[in-house]
């Protein structure tokens, strides 16, 4: 039927090319940005996903700085507890060659006593973002035994869990100014004589025997302290390695969980190219069709004019 109030195919014609039009706007939303999911009205469920991806991720860039910090502290004290071997090695040796009879012990403390000051030096210095592992106050507010270094964040069931990394800074602890229970300047025993590396004196002792005994009490002391530091150093290497196995670990996840969130919202811009290409094509059709539609009613015309 050919009706003057209405124009059926210019109605149809004007239908499809909304449509086309529509269509190329969200495609060339999607070149412009990039993302097929953009927004929640795109597809809600992957939008959802994705943001709360991102999020977590940036969480998993902030243990990442967390444990490079930690990694930091670690290789300072590290670096501290090597040099304490080699110092408290050193006392030793001298300890050793102040058995020499007849030797200035005198002259062999006043070596000793430069040692101890320098490990003294070593343990204060070892401070890295004003943590200081080696030498504590353990009666100081807010003082706690164990060091935590954030190293994980995992979701599981909606249920949030940050994980660490612990440090217990009693094992390994050098200097305690509270009650003197550090490696080195807590007192020890050995037979009769007490004492320890960070105070003892043999600048007094002579060659009897039973001064010859005190030395052999303080060596055996100094090689019970070096080995408390060889193996607080030989866990501290421990954590060390973990830290960085959970470095490399938390990179990978993040450039895991980076591909995910790119496979759920990420645009395929060679499809979406080609697809753009066709629409051109149909819109440029479209707009032909609605144009040949229009002209119809011209036809109308024709009917009434003088034969």
Known sequence: MTSLLTNASAITALQNLNMTNKSMQTTQDRISTGMRVATASDNAAYWSIATTMKSDNSALST???????????????????????????????????????????GKVQ???????????SVSDSSVFSGENWLSVDSSGAGYNTTKSIVSSFTRSGGAITVGTIDVDVDSI????????????????????????????????????????????????????????????????????????????????????????IGQLIDADM??????????????????????????????????????
């Open 110 to 120: 006043a070596e000793i006593t430069q040692l101890q000051k320098q490990l003294k």
């Open 173 to 260: 602890k050098l200097y305690d100014s509270n009650g003197n229970v550090g490696i080195l300047d807590k007192d020890r025993t050995s037979g009769a004589d007490t004492a320890a590396v960070a105070t003892l004196d043999i600048s007094a002792l002579t060659d009897s025997a039973t001064d010859k005994a005190t030395l052999d009490a303080y060596i055996s002391i100094v090689d019970s302290a070096l080995s408390d530091v060889t193996t607080a150093a030989s866990d501290l290497g421990a954590i060390k390695n973990r830290i960085s196995m959970q470095q490399d670990f938390i990179s990978n996840l993040m450039d895991s969980v980076t591909k995910g």
């Open 270 to 307: 060679s499809q979406e190219s080609t697809k753009l290409q066709a629409l051109q094509v149909q819109q440029q059709l479209g707009v032909q069709s609605l144009s040949i539609a229009n002209q119809n009613s011209q036809q109308i015309l024709s009917l009434f004019k003088n034969g």
């Open 63 to 105: 243990v990442k700085d967390a444990l490079g910090m930690g990694v930091a502290t670690v290789d300072v004290t590290s670096s501290a507890l090597k040099s304490t071997v080699d110092l408290v090695s050193q006392i030793k040796a001298k300890l050793v060659a102040a058995k020499e009879p007849g030797l200035d012990r």
